[in-house]
């Protein structure tokens, strides 16, 4: 079956110096959504979010921008100020979990609403220039909050419906319920994504193996974790470990120098790249101790020699 690869917006992670590196050096990824981007109490964007979805910016990017709204007011608005860019699908965010967010009935926060985001759909549907997809969690506190709204979405012809099967109290924490997940798919008219912490090749293999239907998978922290796990799971991936090696030096060399460019203050610059390599680490054998290396650089020159010999020296397990 052919698959078809979602990356997840992750915050702070995928923006888009992260995408532009990563589409240069891996092809496997067929489409990108942003981080989201939101209106704030002053109804202005913030700059960084603007500039995360600049189409000079994401040249080459089959990109999705993502929205965080609550009301069909701001959801016209920054569907049209996206469309204006030229973006013909918009994602809508009901799955932000963090209490800042979701007790403002936003996010998974409007899950326990169902009657709300109807009535938000019901009043932008034929108002809104791009398709709409949404990404989605089972609930707020509650598996069973999902239930009333996929009924509700089987009147709406979404191009996509991504579930991560968590609730928001739970973050990331604990295991995606996938149980409640089969019985949504079950029940939903609109083409679902599946989407929660595909880790490696073998979890892949497994939910495959589960869930025959699906063949569009979206992945976060995994692609981070191994940059080759698209192309793994399209089978596309033929490198040795040698040149496995090469390839991840030299796109960590080009996000670095991106960054690097982009940021002011080593501080920063370290700041962001250790982050990446909480992630990065664990494509190696030794990732505990590949991450403490990165960890304690305290300098830009430090953090060279660092990577270099985590490079030169360690093992990957990808
Ligand atoms: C640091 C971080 C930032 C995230 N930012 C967003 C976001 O802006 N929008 C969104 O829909 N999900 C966001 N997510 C959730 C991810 O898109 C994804 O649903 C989640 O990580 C589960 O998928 P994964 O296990 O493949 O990473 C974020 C997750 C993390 C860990």
């Not at 049209?80 to 932000?96: A, Q, R, S």
């Not at 709204?149 to 319920?177: E, F, M, V």
Request: aromatic share 12%.
């Amino acid at each position: 079956m052919q698959h078809t690869i979602s990356l997840a917006p992750l915050q702070g992670f995928t923006d888009y110096i992260f995408r532009k590196v990563y589409n240069n050096y891996f092809t496997d990824i067929d489409k990108f959504y942003s981080p989201y981007i939101r209106l704030s109490n002053d109804k202005t964007i913030k700059k960084s979010q603007i500039r995360d979805i600049l189409p000079e910016n994401n040249k080459n990017i089959n990109l999705i921008p993502q929205i965080l709204v609550n009301n069909s007011t701001d959801f016209i608005f920054l569907s049209n100020y996206l469309f204006d860019f030229g973006y013909k699908e918009i994602n809508w965010n009901l799955g932000c979990p963090y209490p800042m967010v979701a007790k403002r009935n936003l996010g998974a926060g409007l899950l326990e609403y169902p009657e709300k985001i109807n009535e938000i759909l019901e009043t932008i549907i034929n108002k809104i220039p791009n398709k709409l997809s949404i990404k989605m969690r089972l609930g707020n506190k509650n598996i069973d909050d999902i239930d009333k709204i996929i009924s509700d979405l089987n009147n709406y012809n979404l191009s996509d419906l991504i579930i991560h099967p968590r609730i928001a109290t739970q973050l990331y924490k604990g295991n995606p319920d996938l149980n409640k997940f089969a019985e949504v798919l079950n029940t939903s008219s609109n083409k679902i994504t599946y989407n929660g912490d595909i880790k490696d090749i073998s979890t892949f293999n497994k939910l495959e193996n589960e869930y025959q239907n699906i063949n569009n998978w979206m992945i976060g922290r995994g692609i981070l974790a191994n940059p080759f796990l698209a192309s793994q799971i399209k089978k596309t991936d033929n490198l040795s470990a040698d040149l496995k090696k090469e390839q991840f030096y030299n796109f960590h060399d080009s996000l670095f120098n991106e960054i690097e460019n982009s940021l002011s203050g080593s501080s920063h610059i370290l700041t962001k790249m250790t982050n990446y390599w909480e992630y990065f680490s664990l494509s190696f054998t030794n990732s505990h101790k590949v991450f403490k290396r990165i960890k304690k650089t305290s300098t830009i020159e430090k953090y060279k020699s660092a990577v270099n010999h985590n490079f030169s020296e360690e093992n990957l397990n990808i």
